[in-house]
Every structure is written in C-alpha cells, then in structure tokens.
C-alpha cells in the first residue's frame, strides 16, 4: 500500500512538472497595456459602457497611400519569402529615411526589419547580453524594456527620474549607473509613458558619459520621432564619438498608425545588424511581405504628409492638458511628444471610497475602471509607482467625457 501511495505521489509529481512552463516564461511579468486592454474586452462583452485610454494605438487608420500600395504588393504577387533582414528596397528607403530626416549615415546592410519595433528590441537585447550583463533604464520607461532584458538573462538597472526634471535622465545619473557589467543603455525619446523629449544638449550630455564607456551599446528608441509638438527631433546616433555603439530603433506603428501591419526596423553597426539578422532566422524570418512593400511607399513619403495627423494630436494634447490640470489628484507636466500624459496621482494613496481603498496606482486604475468606465495603465508597470499612463490617442469626444467621468469619481 505504502508503495502504491509513493507510486501515486510520484505520478502526480510528474504530470505537474509537465504542465509547468520554463522559469524563463514562469518569471516573465505580462505586459500591463495589453492585461488592460484585455480587461476592457471583458467588461465590453459584458455590455458595460467602458472608455479605453490603456493602449497606445491611433484611432486612425493607416493612410489611403499606403493602403494602396498595399493592395498593389497583392495584386503584384509579393506574397513569397523575402530577405530575412527585408527587402533591398526597403532597406534602402530606411538608409535613405535616417539621412533624410535624422542626419545618420547607416547603410542598407546596417539596416534589420522586424516584426514590429518590439521584435528589433527583442533582437538587440538576445544579440548583445550575456547572463548578468547589465543593462541601465531611465524610469519611467516602455513596460517591455526591463522584461526584454530578463528574458536574455540580462539584469535591467533601473534609474528614477522625476517629474521636475520631466521624466529624464541627467548626465550625472547616467554616469553613477554604470558599471564595468554594463553592456547596453535603452531609453526612448519622445518617450513612452511620458512624452518628454531630449534637447541636442541633453543628448549630447549622455553621448559624453558614454563615450567613457566604449563596452556600452546605446538603444534609442525612436518610435514616436514624428509625433513630436516642440523643437525638431534629436537622434542620439548624430555624435560621432558613439555613433558606431548606438542603434536607433524605429517603426511604422505610431506615426503611420500602421500598429497592425507590425513593421518595425533599426540602423546598427554592421557586426549588430548581421547578428540580429541571424537570430531573426531562427525565430521568424522576414517580416510580412505586403506590409514591407507598402512600408517602401511611407517611408519614402514626404513626412508633411501625416503632418495633419501630428496637429491632431497636439489638439488631443492640449485638450487633456486642461482637463487634466481641473482635477485636483493630478500633478501633470506638458508632453513635447508621443499620445501620452504621466500624472503624478500619489495625492490620490491613503483615500477609500465605498470600501475600495487606493493604495498605489494600481488600485487607482482598477477604481476608474469600475466607478468611471476609464481604462488607464498604473505606474508601477512602467517603473514609476506615483504616476498613472493616459493615453490621449482616441478621439476628442471619447476624451472629454473620459475626463469628466474621471473628474467626477476623483473628486
């Protein structure tokens, strides 16, 4: 009998081990846009009348051009494999884009598209850390970052910055995290979840810092370059002192409002954008071929003609600026860029409403979510456990009502 019970035991034991995921996924933290985006699915099916300001997705469609040169790959019969790091063309229009609107010198063989700018992230982090590598990240900072670290057994070192300073980084800062372990920098600039921009000088404050530390490679992530209100956008790869250590990460999700299509790219040094391309072999090959051919067509686009798109947002912008400074709980700065504001909501912690306790930002959102019909992303997914992300990128009506309900149950 006592062996029967083992035998039981042991079988139990095995199937449970079976059923487990690696500690790889087991450690992997979900992405807090997409669990509240998935929230908001469920309390819809519901029938509940739910506002989503969680993702940052343009409620634009990607523009009738780019549409039509789409269904021109169909009918032209692009729908075989293609180059894994993308077609020659497109790579050239990416060379060409960075010349164009960035001032940077990459060639069309430094040059990887990916399946979405998530995957270029992906890549760089698997190609360039080896376990214990370090890798330094201003917070707050896009949700995937730190996990994309982890998962290549990386360790993220995470910086605050404040909102007085809004949201960056200063030389001074960047310079104490570093170490003889770090081997990568990744920031984005405008930024998600803040919208704060870097000047020429800020940048080139940190291009000095890492130009002391030939072992770190730089990551800007220039997603949302076009979506940019202030002073012309500055890439960290124009200072020639680091220029062969920074790879710029871009993509046609925001700007284009292509978030669909998933096409994502970067410029790198040779030796990074031949490893990159190796590994994207081995994971899913080339990136859609439709959306490559029709992604030629937006880059090789005057960007003036998405211009009325980027006025639309500064509309956006502003109108939640003001109704966002009318609520009380909410300590907000002005965004230079991106669909986003970051309020500062601790004035909001210790306050109870209805037996619902607001303990972090966290409980904050999960209470909008219930007494306001407002879907928000809480800061500590983003590494900054005071502030709330709201994203401005719906429509003009959905955010004057989105902030009336807010202001309603806050105050």
């Known amino acids: 009998m006592g062996r029967q019970n083992l035998g039981y035991f042991c079988a139990l034991f095995a199937a449970q081990m079976i059923h487990q995921p690696s500690k790889r996924i087991a450690t992997l933290s979900e992405s807090a846009t997409l669990a509240m985006a998935a929230r908001v699915r469920a309390c819809i099916a519901q029938g509940r009348d739910v506002i989503d300001l969680s993702l940052g997705e343009p409620d634009f469609s990607a523009p009738q051009f780019i549409a039509e040169a789409a269904k021109a790959a169909i009918d032209g019969h692009f729908d075989h494999y293609t180059p894994v790091a993308g077609y ?20 069309p063989d430094q040059i990887v598209v990916s399946t979405g700018a998530k995957q270029s992230l992906a890549n760089l982090c698997l190609s360039i850390l080896n376990p214990g590598d370090e890798a330094v990240i201003p917070a707050p900072y896009w949700v995937s970052y730190p996990e994309l670290v982890r998962l290549a057994e990386g360790v993220p070192v995470t910086v605050p910055t404040t909102l007085e300073n809004r949201f960056k980084i200063t030389a001074e800062q960047l310079e104490s995290a570093l170490s003889g372990r770090t081997r990568l920098f990744l920031f984005s600039s405008p930024a998600n979840p803040s919208g704060s921009a870097y000047t020429e000088r800020e940048l080139a404050a940190l291009a000095a810092v890492l130009a002391r530390h030939p072992q770190v490679i730089a990551v800007s992530d220039e997603v949302y370059e ?4 202030g002073n012309v956008h500055q890439s960290l790869a124009r200072f020639a002192q680091i220029a062969d250590r920074v790879v710029t990460v871009n993509g046609l999700s925001k700007a284009f409002a292509m978030t669909g299509w998933r096409i994502g790219y970067m410029g790198a040094p040779k030796w990074l954008a031949d490893a990159c391309t190796k590994l994207q072999g081995q994971l899913t090959a ?6 490559q051919r029709a992604a030629i067509t937006a880059l090789e686009a005057d960007p003036k003609k998405i211009r009325y798109r980027v006025d639309a947002f500064r509309r956006r912008r502003d109108l939640v600026i003001a109704q966002a400074r009318e609520i009380k709980a909410f300590q907000t700065l002005l965004p230079d860029g991106a669909f986003y504001i970051f309020p500062d909501v601790s004035k909001c912690f210790g306050k109870a409403y209805r037996g619902t306790q607001i303990g972090r930002a966290w409980d904050l959102s999960l209470y909008l979510l219930e007494h306001a019909g407002v879907a928000t992303v809480a800061g500590e997914a983003f590494g900054t456990a005071n502030g709330l992300r709201i994203s401005y990128a719906a429509s003009e009506a959905a955010l004057r009502e989105a902030f009336k309900r807010m202001k309603h149950a806050l105050d």
Not at 88 to 107: C, M, S, T, V
Not at 226 to 229: E, F, L, N, R, S
Not at 286 to 291: D, S
């Open 88 to 107: 020659p063309e497109l790579r050239a229009a990416i060379a060409h884009k960075f010349k164009r609107d960035n001032g940077l010198a990459y060639e």
């Open 226 to 229: 076009h979506i940019h209100y």
């Open 286 to 291: 080339n990136a859609n071929a439709i959306a």
